[in-house]
């Protein structure tokens, strides 16, 4: 395998530079690349390194139907129900079923999680009718990265560029002559070293997270700008459900501290949500209380704030020992101490933040996209596992199950693939419509992306109405507009540029998406349209870069 890092010319490289081309290092990029290197040789690109990812900072744990009184069927239930009429039960059956040997995998190769005698330790947490999380204290994702890394690093099959930004896929796409042909994929342009290159790939898997960083408050990392998701659109990938924004209901809320989630495990251990005044209020709201499903304690999170004319709740976990609070959520505790809060004795100030994206680019249990030879797995990929609203900790489980299945669907295509790529005008493609040039022109890129984060947390958050939708959307275009040219320019090698544009394009789909279905379900809720309509809307919103949303059958 020729490697990229000394291989930055496209023009004059031919063949290919690796079979598998994996981009994420967070747990679906790190599952498939596993599972690709069976087979094939596999190049592992991140945009900073190889721990940094939304994986990384997951806290409580992997729902998986492995305790004694649960079953495969208990586990669909939830997840379809949290769902909310729009699960893809095929893709939900394959991931509940195989979540139990990956997740048993894991424990093989040495994940250390909490144990109760012969058995995981399973937790609770909303919507789930079993205790069935596993979990490490409240750093699960760390010690699912660590294992699934120290295997990638042991792996000689597998190449690692850290801090390599992929900007847009390379396609044949400009080669057709009708929009209707398959286009296919041979790998990504990328920022490496400061320099444009091309790595030339017989398959590509798309596994780069989420993108909570478009909006202004979010348990998200930096990472999450949600490049994926708008590199696969403009090279004409289909986008399904985006309008579905999953709000995490308690990310802390303190002067001076990061946003950093606090856990549902939390209240799934008891903690309790109370307003300004000191009343308990979910009960209120609804029978499960604090384990309702996230978008209702959110909204009612929400509602609270609004009536007590305040800018947090707060949760209460102080009835718990000291002991317990120090093995089941040492992060949490060692984070907010670290900020001068003691979550055994105080309350802890928190409120909603952009959490999970259920949407995404459209795949099938085989993770294809409609692109030939582009596979997608994770947070950035949509099976429709997840509907319209993600039951807890299925996350994990759906990058495990799913990445491994992108890992050897990838390695397999990559088999039948030729010895070497088409010639294709790969440095004309780079960024067609991708990028902006901050050299020709004055913008503030960062004052492009408070822009698009204020006008989405105002309008395209936890309550949505039509009218607040249209003004975003008039925001977003003009903001394009005003971009002009610069648009499709591509002389800067600015990572924060090429995300800037990455989020305009994001929240561009995200509304347009919220504007097309006018009822309320999961986590899309209108104000104008406050009920669920299973008649007009049991059916999907498919976005794509060249026309407008699309209603499609389940
Ligand atoms: C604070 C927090 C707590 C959570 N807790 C849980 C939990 O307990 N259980 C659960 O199931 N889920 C949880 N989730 C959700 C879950 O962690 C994520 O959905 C899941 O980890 C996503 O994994 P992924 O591999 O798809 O993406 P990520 O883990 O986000 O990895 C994406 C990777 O892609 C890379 N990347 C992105 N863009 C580019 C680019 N342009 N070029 C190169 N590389 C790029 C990133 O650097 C990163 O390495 C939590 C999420 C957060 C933020």
Redesign the pocket.
């Known amino acids: 395998m020729e490697n990229p890092k000394t291989a930055m010319n496209p023009e004059v490289r031919s063949g290919w530079d690796t079979d598998v081309l994996i981009?994420?290092?967070?747990?679906?990029?790190l599952r498939a690349a596993l599972a690709a290197s069976e087979h094939a040789n596999v190049t592992l690109?991140?945009?900073?390194t190889l721990t940094?990812?939304?994986?990384h900072?997951?806290?409580?744990?992997?729902a998986v139907a492995m305790n004694l009184d649960d079953t495969i069927a208990l586990h669909i239930k939830d997840t379809c129900v949290a769902g909310a009429g729009l699960c893809d039960v095929v893709a939900v059956e394959m991931m509940v079923s195989e979540g139990i040997p990956r997740v048993a995998e894991l424990l093989d190769w040495g994940a250390n999680f909490d144990w109760e005698g012969t058995l995981p330790r399973f937790t609770q947490e909303a919507a789930h009718s079993r205790r069935r999380i596993v979990h490490k204290g409240d750093a699960?994702?760390r010690e699912t990265t660590d294992v699934l890394i120290q295997r990638v690093r042991n792996t000689e099959r597998i190449h690692v560029l850290q801090n390599?930004?992929?900007i847009d896929l390379i396609t044949d796409a400009a080669l057709k002559e009708s929009s209707q042909e398959l286009i296919t994929c041979y790998g990504i342009i990328a920022i490496v070293e400061e320099q444009i290159v091309s790595i030339r790939a017989k398959a590509t898997i798309l596994?780069?997270?989420?993108l909570?960083r478009v909006y202004p408050c979010t348990?998200?990392p930096q990472?999450?700008t949600g490049?994926?998701f708008a590199a696969a659109w403009r090279a004409g990938c289909e986008m399904i459900d985006m309008e579905f924004v999953q709000f995490h209901p308690t990310t802390l809320f303190l002067d001076g501290a990061p946003n950093f989630?606090i856990?549902e495990a939390v209240r799934g251990e008891g903690g309790t949500l109370l307003n300004i005044r000191g009343e308990r209020f979910m009960e209120k709201y609804h029978e499960k209380g604090e384990l309702a499903p996230r978008d209702i304690v959110s909204r009612s999170i929400q509602n609270e704030m609004h009536l007590t004319q305040f800018p947090c709740v707060y949760l209460d976990i102080t009835h718990k020992t000291t002991d317990f609070i120090q093995e089941r959520f040492p992060t949490i505790s060692a984070t907010t101490k670290h900020y001068g809060l003691d979550i055994n004795v105080d309350l802890i100030p928190v409120r909603p933040g952009a959490?999970?994206m259920m949407g995404g680019i459209r795949t099938n249990t085989d993770t294809q996209t409609n692109i030939d030879g582009l596979y997608a797995c994770?947070?950035?990929a949509c099976t429709g596992v997840h509907g319209a609203n993600r039951l807890a900790?299925?996350?994990?489980?759906e990058?495990l199950v799913y990445g491994a299945r992108a890992g050897r669907n990838a390695a397999n295509f990559a088999s039948t693939q030729p010895a070497g790529p088409p010639d294709l005008p790969i440095l004309s493609n780079v960024g067609a419509s991708a990028t902006l040039s901050t050299e020709t022109a004055e913008i503030d890129i960062e004052e492009i992306k408070s822009a698009i984060r204020e006008t989405l947390w105002e309008n395209v958050s936890i309550e949505r109405t039509g009218e607040g939708l249209q003004n975003t959307l008039a925001v977003l275009q003009g903001i394009t507009e005003s971009l002009g040219d610069m648009v499709t320019c591509s002389e800067t090698k600015d990572v924060s540029t090429f995300e800037t544009l990455n989020m305009l394009n994001v929240a561009l789909m995200i509304t347009q998406s919220a504007l097309a279905r006018t009822e309320s379900r999961g986590a899309h809720y209108r104000f104008d349209f406050p009920t669920r309509d299973d008649l007009k809307w049991q059916r999907r919103i498919l976005i794509t870069r060249d026309n407008p949303p699309e209603i499609v059958p389940l």
Not at 52 to 55: A, D, K, R
Not at 393 to 397: Q, T
């Open positions: 981009i994420g290092s967070g747990a679906a990029g690109i991140t945009k900073t940094e990812s939304n994986t900072y997951a806290q409580g744990g992997i699960t994702g390599a930004f992929a596994a780069t997270g989420g909570g348990s998200n990472i999450a490049d994926g989630l856990s959490h999970f994770g947070e950035v900790s299925n996350s994990l489980l990058c």
